[in-house]
């Protein structure tokens, strides 16, 4: 069967859950049921003999086959191997976020038809290597990638789409600043914005890895093992099995308190059972730390972005997350306006990438783009330089953080000695003045420099950032308009030929013919 291509889909490629949405006829967003009749997907991998099964079914095996298990591949992305083994074998983390994909994939068509384009969301503080991890997992699941987008930007364009700036007769409502508040299962995110008319500006944008509603779990789990430890003197999260079968519990337990005032959580481990009460105002003291950092970095994003909450139209909340009443109460006092739901926690995102594959699709069509987008990076880029007093390494910042995309940058390194044929840059992203503490994207060298270049030649390096964060780097001689050949090595990245056999042995789709 061929493909459709005037169709493509919006992935949420969640930590915990995943979404997918399409256009319908009318071009509004919809969200499409998976295989089990679910508008999300659990992001778990469950690994039997040569099956893999994503979602609801994977879910079940957390407390008989916990060791088989995968989960929150997504926050190891950029790695070279997810940690855990998986049925005695270790994979890259995008190749298990593939999986996932395709089962989306999968069940989208089963739906919609044949198609193969897609644009899959990534936090905004994802680095340049975990944002080409996505890409490639999208390559691997049989999908043509159109593009990747933000997540605060896409639940952006989802409300903008809601509130009607992007009417077909170009009229829109008066120019208005939201604050994206984003607290997933496994991603904080908080992006300031400004709609002016089909225009979504992102003015500053932050987060946190690890700050997650994980984290909130985590505590409930923590807090009935150490009771357990204190009763029996043993500890359920010993057990691979007890510690999956107690998070599934303190996970539901969270969700009760997030809806009635306490719950029970009980746990069963080597023939004793605890059963803990737990009422919200207890839960909300435990993980209150947790919620003072989500503060603290929507304060910063703010304060980056030049403004002051009176200068806030809207605070919007998206990610499952933001469904704990703790977190309406902190953004109320925090900015004095009522917390904006209009937009669907779950589905949001996954709208904004839809809608943001209608406005590529038309693109590609020749048509009038509706709406336009301007990103900014969410991490300084730097090159690694020796400090000439110390001698010590330091990254010397190129881009600053949250400078408006596409920006392209320019550096001049001299060659050192006449002759001299090959060069080699270290290029990281990161605040810190240290490399050690940055990341790692790559080393750029080139080996063929022009023969017989005096000392001291000046070799210019272009680093541009694309709209979506994607980096790509160009090397001349300066004063000429000659690219000259370099290689862009990354650590942690497969290569074209490993991305090929993935496709192949999870998706079955073979690589497009080149073009050409
Ligand atoms: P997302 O990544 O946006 O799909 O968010 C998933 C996260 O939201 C998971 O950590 C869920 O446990 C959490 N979540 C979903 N519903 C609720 C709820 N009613 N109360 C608290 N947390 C929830």
């Excluded at 390559?139 to 159109?146: C, R, S």
């Excluded at 272009?462 to 000429?480: A, C, D, S």
Aim: negative net charge.
């Amino acid at each position: 069967m061929s493909n459709n291509s005037s169709l493509a889909v919006g992935i949420d490629l969640g930590t915990t859950f995943s979404a997918v949405a399409y256009l319908d006829d009318l071009g509004r967003p919809v969200t499409l049921q998976n295989g089990e009749g679910d508008k999300v997907t659990p992001s778990v991998l469950l690994f039997e003999g040569n099956d893999v099964i994503v979602g609801k079914e994977a879910v079940k095996a957390f407390a008989t086959d916990y060791a088989a298990i995968a989960e929150c591949a997504k926050r190891e992305l950029g790695y070279r191997m997810f940690g855990k083994q998986l049925g005695g074998r270790q994979y890259p983390p995008e190749a298990l976020e593939a999986w996932i994909l395709n089962k989306l994939r999968m069940d989208a068509q089963a739906q919609i038809g044949q198609f193969d384009k897609v644009v899959v969301t990534v936090p905004a503080y994802f680095d340049e290597v975990r944002r080409k991890a996505t890409q490639d997992a999208g390559y691997m699941a049989g999908f043509h990638v159109m593009d990747i987008i933000n997540e605060p930007t896409a639940a952006a364009v989802a409300f903008g789409f809601a509130q009607g700036f992007l009417k077909d007769d170009g009229t829109a409502p008066d120019e208005q600043t939201i604050l994206v508040y984003d607290l997933g299962g496994g991603t904080f995110d908080v992006t300031v914005m400004r709609l002016q008319g089909s225009n979504f500006v992102a003015l500053a944008t932050d987060g946190e890895v690890g700050l997650v509603g994980r984290a909130w779990d985590q505590r409930l789990v923590d807090f009935v093992a150490e009771e357990f430890i204190r009763k029996f003197g043993i500890d359920p999260r010993d057990d691979a099995n007890a510690h999956g079968r107690l998070w599934r519990e303190a996970e539901d337990a969270k969700r009760t308190l997030s809806a009635r005032n306490k719950c029970t959580l009980a746990c069963d481990f080597q023939g004793h059972a605890v059963r803990s009460e737990i009422t919200r105002e207890m839960f909300e003291d435990m993980t209150r730390d947790l919620l003072d950092r989500t503060a603290f970095t929507t304060r910063q994003t703010l304060q980056a972005a030049g403004l002051e909450w009176s200068n806030v139209d809207h605070v919007l909340m998206v990610g499952g997350s933001t469904r704990m009443p703790m977190v309406a109460q902190m953004l109320r006092e925090l900015s004095g306006k009522e917390p904006n739901r209009s937009v669907s926690a779950d589905e949001a995102v996954a709208h904004g990438a839809a809608l943001h594959a209608g406005i590529l699709l038309s693109k590609g069509a020749g048509k009038e783009s509706q709406f336009r987008i301007k990103n900014v990076n969410s991490h300084s880029l730097g090159v690694v330089a020796v400090d000439v007093a110390t001698k010590r390494k330091r990254n010397a910042i190129v881009i600053p953080r949250n400078t408006p995309l596409p920006i392209t940058a320019r550096r001049i390194f001299k060659t050192e000695k006449a002759n001299q044929r090959s060069i080699l840059v270290q290029i990281v992203e990161g605040e810190s003045s240290s490399p050690d503490d940055c990341v790692q994207l790559g080393k750029c060298s080139v080996r063929d420099l022009p023969k017989e270049l005096p000392a001291q030649t000046p070799i210019e390096v272009r680093f541009k950032y694309e709209e979506n964060g994607r980096l790509t780097v160009t090397v001349l001689v300066q004063g000429t308009d000659k690219a000259l050949h370099h290689e862009l090595t990354r650590e942690n990245s497969l290569t074209q030929d490993q991305l090929d056999s993935w496709r192949q042995y999870i998706s079955g789709v073979p690589a497009p013919a080149p073009a050409g």
